[in-house]
């Protein structure tokens, strides 16, 4: 809903609704475009003074003032006409108040955010959270205390306080975490996009995590999605590259063992994935219309189960020549039953898919904000109505915005103080009390206070660090960061992987490295000397045990 349509409810309600009318001047307001309102005049009098609420007859009439109110017990001097409406219950100071704000406004078709004034639930970073430069992808939270978290330097980070302080449970230097879920305390999962490292385990609530291994020949060669159904059932999708195949797997008995089968037939890329049972779930892509498939061709899949994987159907097949070329399914999630909400990637626009028949049938609706939110991953609502959008913002992975809906996706506002390149988001509660999302590092929703400079004092804190900086950095031709390499290391490798997270180039693998300050420098060829297109890389630096991690714009 935007203010302008704001408004006209309001004035519907003033006479009893919609389907109401009243005497007189009739609701003169109906079937008018935002054009035709502030061009209108009732009585011979212009209705609105663009940029001036309180001179605005408009604004006069529903407050009684003169040349209105001549129906009120003391009517203004030179009042002419009776206060609107006539004959009913005056209209709230707050809403005239903001009717009288919008004018001020010059009239506006933006997106109408509603005054909670009873809600202090708001979102802030949590400042003892890892911060990862490319990312945390993914948190799964058992409630609103307990949770764990993977991120792009290689760690499994777990909380049972809410977020207010972290531990570190495993962290991996070769390893690219994606996804991440969990059955109970203590049996959980882990996804990857590293080969031979696809999928970890525990059993103890990640006191210790073992490589899941002797996994099926059919298995995604990278784990996009998890849906944990309980500690015997767990299902697994990918992958995100359009030049592997996209397959699926699951296992009945708690892990011990596990099937695969191909998803060509439906799809070309997978995922995310969520089940409601053993038999019934979903999964998000995209498939081409022709061969070969491309990010640039594909087309968004919602693929719906009945039989645990067996067949599939693809529930916005009817909605097929809406897509624009390059979109495909990202994150799903469902508000309970009947409701729920798939994020669209595309480099180009944003949108989200929405159902409110069970994932029977989905609405495309585009996020339509002033910044003109794209690049889409992370979406997560609190009601059927208010919601958020996150992502990399553009084709360039450099905004890493966020956008809120307060309609159910119909309109959007920039909201990018919710948190930056937000890849997930997870909810607590009816009404929603707590939220938690997870992006450039690990945001939550609570109505806790929010310190103002907290976050950035416990990230200036960084002990020894061995990045120069974390922020992205942009750069032409070749890249170049400077790290630090503290006294007595063992140990020092520094990774690069491509923006969609495939592992182009080991730059540096060192056994006692020097201590001290040294610049890398990278020519932009992979590991095979071939050379790689310009675009965003993640950069991982490892001195033994520890690992920061950079996005790098490498420009033409």
Known sequence: MTRYERVLQLLDQAIGGPGVNIGVHGAFWRGLSRDQFVAKKVFSLALVVVGNGAASNLVKALKGESPFGQDLPNPPAGARFDRMPSGLSP????????????????CPEDVFVPALSNDTRAWRPLPHAPVASSRTDDIWFLGPQVGW??????????????GDSWIEQLHDPEVYFRCIGFASADRGWAGTLTAGKTLFETKDGGRAWSRVAGLPPLAPSAICGLSVVNESVVFASGTNFPTRPPRMMKTLDGGRTWTAWDMRTWADILIDTYFTSPERGWVVGGKADHPPPTR???????????????????????????????????????????????????FQQGAI??????GLTWTRRPVNDPQKNANLEGVGFVDENHG???????????????????????TWRDANEIGKAINRFRFFGNPVTVG???????????????????AAFARAL?????????????TPGQARIWITVPSRASKLTVRIWDRFGEHVRTLVDEAEPAAGRRELAWDRKDDLGQPLAPGYFIWRVTVDQR??????????
């Open 388 to 410: 958020w959008v996150g992502g990399w913002g553009d084709a360039d992975f450099q905004r890493l915005s966020s956008s809120e809906t307060f309609d159910g996706g119909r």
């Open 91 to 106: 209209v709230s100071d707050a809403d005239i108040a903001f009717i009288q704000k919008w004018i001020d406004d010059s």
């Open 547 to 556: 690992s920061e991690s950079r996005l790098v714009l490498i420009n033409p």
């Open 436 to 454: 938690y999302a997870s992006g450039e590092t690990v945001y939550k929703y609570s109505s806790e206070p929010v310190p103002a400079v907290e």
């Open 296 to 346: 640039a061709n594909v087309k968004p899949v919602v693929l719906h189960t009945e039989d645990g994987g067996q067949t599939w159907v693809d529930r916005v097949a009817g909605l097929r020549d809406q897509f624009p070329a390059g979109e495909w399914g990202w994150k799903i999630s469902f508000l309970n039953d009947q409701i729920g909400f798939v994020s669209l990637e595309n």
């Open 353 to 358: 898919l929405t159902t409110t028949d069970g």
């Open 149 to 162: 978290a993977v991120n792009s330097n290689g760690q499994i980070v777990h909380t049972i306080n809410g």
């Open 462 to 474: 960084r002990p020894d660090p061995i990045l120069d900086a974390l922020e992205p950095l942009e």
